[in-house]
Structure formats: C-alpha cells, structure tokens
Nanobody
C-alpha cells in the first residue's frame, strides 16, 4: 500500500513557475514508476509526465515538453514536478500516481495509487 500526498500548488501568473511535490508513504516507493496527471474543469484527466522507478527514464506529454521536468528522490520518497513558463491552459488539479505501468506510462490505468490532488491556477 502506498499513500500519496501532493503539495506546492497555488496561483501564479502566466510565465511563472511552480514546483509540485508528492510525498509517498511506504517502504516500496522505489519499486514504482511515478506519474503526474491533471484534470481541468469539464475535461478528462490527462497525462502530464512520468518517471521510471530508478529515475533513468522520463516521459512527457507534448503539451508540457520543454517546460516541465519530473524528478524523484527515492531516499526522501518524493517525486517532483518543476513547472516553468506556465500558461493559463495549465490550470488544473494535478495528481500524482504510483504504479507499474510498463510501456503504458502515459495511461492512467497503469497506476494503482493516487493522491488527492493539488490545484494549480495560472492567470493571464
């Protein structure tokens, strides 16, 4: 069992930056790939970024590539999402997730554990 708690969301102007954190409980954190997803009002949850258990592989949605960076610190049981050059369309609730998605790192069905989410609002 893994429990996930996100933090770091907030209100920021377009062009600004935020860093989201996701703290995990449990001794098996380093066994799981970690992902970030987001859901805007009236829209389906969408993939943002993912990182392998070792941190050696990362994956990004085209919409955030070059602006967002996912990283993890297995010693601290924490995964991060550095978000730069934020746009109003990045406004959403951001969720972190843990699982063993295999080749489907971008699919929500590949993740077994989810946090409660943190709100990110980007003003124009």
């Amino acid at each position: 069992q893994v429990q996930l708690v996100e933090s770091g969301g907030g209100l920021v102007q377009a062009g600004g930056s935020l860093r989201l954190s996701c703290a995990a409980s449990g001794r098996t954190f380093s066994s799981y790939a970690m992902g970030w997803f987001r859901q805007a009002p009236g829209k389906e949850r969408e993939f943002v970024a993912a990182i392998s258990w070792s941190g050696g592989s990362t994956y990004y949605a085209d919409s955030v590539k070059g602006r967002f960076t996912i990283s993890r610190d297995n010693a601290k049981n924490t995964v991060y999402l550095q978000m730069n050059s934020l746009k109003p369309e990045d406004t959403a609730v951001y969720y972190c997730a843990a699982g063993i998605p295999g080749s489907a790192a971008g699919a929500a069905r590949g993740y077994d554990y989810w946090g409660q989410g943190t709100q990110v609002t980007v003003s124009s």
